[in-house]
């Protein structure tokens, strides 16, 4: 059974920086797809970053490129979304994913960006 905890997330002053945290267990996060999402009051979930199963390739949305960093470190079967820079319409639950033919998601963790 896949499980997705996510961890890190909080309260931060703009301009601040968060790195969340994705712990993966039941699969093997170099043989997932793994990704990020959000999903802000009122508004549609959206994909926020990106990583390949093979050859580590990222995207990121347009509003979080130059900002946002989503990494993986297999040995410890974990993903990580450092955010830096961050900006009130960063506030939003982030949930972390994994593609392995279906999609597996986590609970999410908030993030709040407010001074």
């Known amino acids: 059974q896949v499980q997705l905890v996510e961890s890190g997330g909080g309260l931060v002053q703009p301009g601040g920086s968060l790195r969340l945290s994705c712990a993966a267990s039941g699969l093997s996060v170099s043989h997932a797809g793994m990704r990020w999402y959000r999903q802000a009051p009122g508004k549609e979930r959206e994909l926020v970053a990106a990583?390949?199963?093979?050859?580590?390739?990222?995207n990121y949305a347009e509003s979080v490129k130059g900002r946002f960093t989503i990494s993986r470190v297999t040995a410890l079967n974990m993903v990580y979304l450092q955010m830096n820079s961050l900006k009130p319409e960063d506030t939003a639950v982030y949930y972390c994913?994994?593609?392995?033919?279906?999609?597996?998601w986590g609970k999410g963790t908030l993030v709040t960006v407010s001074s």
């Open positions: 994913s994994a593609r392995y033919g279906i999609e597996s």
């Open positions: 990583i390949s199963s093979v050859g580590d390739s990222t």
